[in-house]
């Protein structure tokens, strides 16, 4: 291989299909450029190769289902328990038996770009999915737990065909008819329920980047409903949209005063 420029190196590495005797040539070139590409080359593919052991990790709960004879593995997830302002929301999703998508984790530790190209990729794949949003007005009425039960019991039902094998992140739903595991940090442990988790999130923070429309003084497109300095402080100046939550406080505070 005839020495080549650090730009068609670069080009080389990225399209990462260099034969043994091209990687010799190389390895002994001194150019301080090359000798950079190269150790950055082996960084990404040492985190590459740790995203493919996660997410065979990850794949771990639905292995053991199919093992056991399950045929449809939903996981099961919502977003939106703490914020002072908008829905509950939850995602229900049966992926087919070799979904990939490497880099999928729990939605809170992925960029914003990354959640949506993802959630994308997951209902453009997925065998099922069905999303479930329950207003303020319910949460108010029925405490937040239930509502996020509500969320995932509606999730799930609207899955066709319906899972013969639920997993669930940290709650158990009493009287589904499927088998079902609840998974402490489900959403960083299964496949499955990560899935659901993007779309869960995506659902939601579309949701309040429209309301923030609506209400800019809250902020609801940077926040998504949770009490930051800027939301609490709109609600001293505003008071309180028919979107907040008049259980919570300090909103509850707000409307005695």
Do not use: C
């Given at each position: ?185 489900g959403d960083a442990s299964s496949v499955s329920i990560a ?27 940077k926040n998504m409903g949770y009490g930051t300095k800027a ?27």
């Amino acid at each position: 291989m005839k020495k080549q420029s650090i730009a068609e190196i670069k080009q080389l590495l990225n399209e990462n299909n260099l034969t043994e005797e091209e990687w010799e040539v190389l390895i002994q070139d001194e150019r301080k450029g090359v000798q950079t590409l190269i150790q950055s080359y082996h960084r990404k593919q040492e985190r590459e190769n740790q995203l493919i052991q996660q997410f065979e990790s990850m794949q771990q709960y639905e292995k053991k289902a199919y093992a056991g004879g399950a045929e449809w593995i939903a996981g099961v997830d919502e977003v939106g328990r703490g914020p002072l302002a908008g829905p509950v929301v939850a995602a229900a999703v049966i992926l087919p038996e070799d979904f990939r998508l490497i880099g999928l984790n729990d939605s809170k530790k992925l960029k914003e770009n990354v959640r949506e190209e993802y959630s994308t990729y997951i209902m453009e794949h997925a065998l099922s999915y069905h999303i479930s949003f329950i207003d303020n007005q319910s949460i108010d009425a029925m405490n937040i737990y239930e509502a996020t039960k509500k969320a995932m019991y509606e999730a799930l039902a609207g899955l066709h065909p319906s899972p013969d094998h639920v997993l669930v992140d940290a709650v158990h739903l009493p009287g589904i008819k499927s088998s079902q595991e609840a998974i402490i940090k489900g959403d960083a442990s299964s496949v499955s329920i990560a899935a659901a988790s993007v779309l869960a999130k995506v659902a939601r923070d579309q949701f309040m980047k429209e309301l923030h429309q609506t209400y800019p003084v809250y902020q609801f497109d940077k926040n998504m409903g949770y009490g930051t300095k800027a939301h609490v402080d709109g609600l001293h100046q505003f008071g309180v949209t028919p979107y907040h939550r008049t259980t919570f406080a300090p909103i509850k505070t707000l409307l005695r005063g």
